[in-house]
C-alpha cells in the first residue's frame, strides 16, 4: 500500500518524465551551480595567490584566456547535463520502484 506523498510521485511523474528528459529543460536544473563553480574558478584562478601561476598567465595572456574560457564553457557543459541526467535518473528509478511495489499488492 502506497501512501498519499508517493501516489502524488507517480502521478506527477507519469505527466512530466518525458518533458523533464528535455535538453532546454535540463540545463534550467544545473547551470546556476555551474556558474558558481565557474566564477570560484575564475577568482582563485585571477587572484595572484599562487605566484608561478600568476606569471604563467602574464607571460601567455593572448593564448591563455580563451583556453580558460573553452574550459568554462566545458565545465558548464558537463555539470549541466550530468546533474540533470542524474536527478532524472533517480526520479525515473523511484517511479520505477513505486510501480512495482504498487503492482505487487
Known amino acids: 500500500m502506497l ?4 501516489n502524488s510521485f507517480i502521478e506527477y511523474w507519469e505527466q512530466n518524465r518525458f ?3 528535455k ?6 536544473v544545473g547551470l546556476p551551480f ?4 565557474i566564477i570560484a574558478i ?3 584562478f585571477f587572484s595572484g595567490w599562487y605566484k608561478r601561476a600568476d ?14 574560457i573553452g574550459g568554462a564553457l ?10 540533470a541526467r542524474h536527478r532524472w535518473d533517480l526520479n525515473e528509478q523511484r517511479y ?10
Open 3 to 6: 501512501n498519499q506523498e508517493e
Open 19 to 21: 518533458r523533464k528528459k
Open 23 to 28: 535538453v532546454l529543460k535540463q540545463l534550467y
Open 34 to 37: 555551474a556558474v558558481v563553480l
Open 42 to 44: 575564475f577568482a582563485n
Open 55 to 68: 606569471m604563467q598567465l602574464r607571460a601567455e595572456e593572448k593564448t591563455l584566456i580563451p583556453v580558460l
Open 74 to 83: 566545458l565545465i558548464v557543459a558537463f555539470i549541466v547535463i550530468f546533474s
Open 96 to 105: 520505477n520502484e513505486l510501480m512495482a511495489r504498487k503492482n505487487r499488492t
